[in-house]
């Protein structure tokens, strides 16, 4: 698949809420610096079991109202019935948001398996056609490429994913990945399943090796060895990780480009600087008032 050299290249980018004053400073520092490369939509976590639920609101909300971005609230299946679910969702539309990022969710912390509410959504799927029923949102959904370590089978994930697209879901967006061949296949799969909406690629810039490798063995995502021996010995030279981290992902985002890759998904971990870098090397450059409103970086 080819890319036409004339299409512009998308991105957005995932934030997640802050827990303290220094955090949100370094958040807002980076919705500031992101902004005029003109995401198509900015996400924001809601917690591995819905425990941020408050705090995803009032960032959401500061996008909304402070800048010119799309802000894309997470809502997962996790810890609430499906009334309060869409009581949540019915307020997002409310006050403008008009892009949903729709996910299970994970177990409770401290819990081995995921359990769904007695009175709510068991999966994704039915979360997203409940949203397609409620108001015309444009619903993201997740996907993985490597395969969801809770699936049954690599088969069962890809249908999974197809109900969810068939359910209303306009784009999926993939866990995070370093084997490029792996989300080619993928997409491959998608495509001959039917799946005709966009898959696009997330992609985690590596600001610390070990944490990354702590998120994969959550996932399911793969550490090739090259890219272990990249990172090899470099525990005490943050500037050089941040280099080796730019080049990876650099390399990485234009390998799927040439594979027709045209929009990607940051996992920014609120930090802006690796993210813009790469964006810079796929040929994005600030757009004048693309940022809208000033953010204001105090609490």
């Known amino acids: 698949m080819k890319r036409s050299a004339a299409a512009p290249i998308r991105v957005s980018f995932e934030f ?24 198509r939509f900015v996400s924001v976590t809601y917690g591995a079991d819905g425990s941020t639920r408050e705090r995803t609101h009032r960032v959401v909300t500061r996008i909304q109202d402070e800048t010119a971005l799309t802000g894309a609230p997470h809502l997962t299946c996790v810890g609430a019935s ?9 307020g997002y539309w409310d006050q403008g948001v008009r892009h949903l990022v729709a996910l299970r969710g994970d177990p409770p912390q401290g ?19 409940a949203l397609a029923r409620l108001a015309p949102f444009d619903v993201s959904v997740a996907a993985y490429p490597e395969v969801h370590p ?10 999974n994913l197809k109900r969810k697209i068939d359910a209303g879901a306009t784009r999926a967006i993939t866990q995070f990945f370093y084997d490029t061949g792996a989300f080619l296949r993928f997409r491959d799969r998608c495509a001959a399943a039917g799946i005709r909406a966009p898959i696009v690629p997330g992609i985690l810039p590596i600001t610390r090796f070990a944490q990354v490798c702590r998120f994969a063995e ?6 090739p ?18 280099m080796i981290a730019a080049s990876v ?3 990485q985002v234009q390998a799927l480009t040439r594979h027709g890759v045209g929009e990607f998904h940051f996992y920014t971990l609120n930090r802006a600087e690796l993210s813009y870098a790469i964006c810079h090397a796929l040929g994005l450059r600030p757009r004048p008032h693309a940022a809208g409103a000033a953010v204001p970086v105090s609490a």
Do not use: K
């Open 225 to 242: 060895a090259w890219l272990a021996q990249r990172f090899e010995g470099l525990e005490d030279d943050a500037e050089i990780r941040r």
């Open 82 to 90: 499906r009334g309060e679910i869409l009581d949540i969702a019915r």
């Open 111 to 129: 819990a081995a398996h995921y359990q769904p509410h007695a009175q709510g959504f068991a999966y994704a799927a039915d979360l997203v056609a």
């Open 150 to 159: 809770q699936a049954l089978s690599a088969q069962a994930d890809l249908e």
């Open 218 to 223: 959550r996932c399911g995502a793969a550490i």
């Open 16 to 39: 997640f809420p802050p827990a303290d004053a220094a955090m949100e400073a370094t958040l807002w520092n980076s919705v500031e610096r992101l902004a005029p490369l003109a995401p």
């Open 249 to 251: 992902a650099i390399e």
